[in-house]
């Protein structure tokens, strides 16, 4: 099998998984997310104050979410002044999007399409991000080349996932336990319900990033809070807070690019 027909293959099972998923996000829990007035971020509501994702010049920056689901991080970049477009392959989570739009009254375009095969110009926006979308759903091979591409010189790329020890420490179905299940060398993706996660160790995505022009600002390991807020099926808060289930990565372009990322 080549490799665009396994990016076929888990491209269509993912968006087949999210058009499914709209009833759970429909409503009260994307209404939830939209009205929020004080951002956090990932599984453990880790305030932006805490983490800083959103750039202090954000205003007037074109953004582009990748894997915008219900499309409440564009919401947050519009209330402070950026230009954001949602970009995700699944219709019914962009229908979602576009009633909370209506709700709420924040306008900004919505785009049905594959991240590792963005229909955007190069060198078109200041900021790329995404919170579990492209960043857990698409192949990294894929979508951060797109990113690379379509953001311009000096341009910030932001992503929240999982932490590649959760996905050796997690079976099928979960949770997340204190024994190494699977092989860190060859990590590369992983069935997770009816869709298709992926997970790159540390070194393999660093790498990843500098071949496409990044350098990495930092990268955050999250641990749960303590009271948490409440425990996830996949995984308890108690394994959390002794290790890491998600991280965020931050990566720039150089400000000035004289040839093409690597594709």
Known sequence: MTASERSSGHVVLNRRYWDEQRAAWHGPLARDQWSATDVSWGLWNTPEAQLNLIPDDVAGMDAVELGCGTAYVCARLARV???????????EQLATAYSMQQEFGIAFPLLLADAERLPLRESSFDLAISEFGASLWCDPYRWIPEAARVLRPGGLLVFVRRSPLYA???PSGGPA???LLRAQFGMRERGEGSGVEFALPHGEMLRLLRSCGFTVEDLIEIQAPEPPHRDYSDVPAAWAQRWPSEEIWKARLPPHRDIHPHH
């Open 81 to 91: 002044g950026a230009r954001p477009v949602g970009v995700d392959i699944s219709r």
């Open 168 to 170: 050796l420490c997690t």
């Open 177 to 179: 336990g204190t024994t």
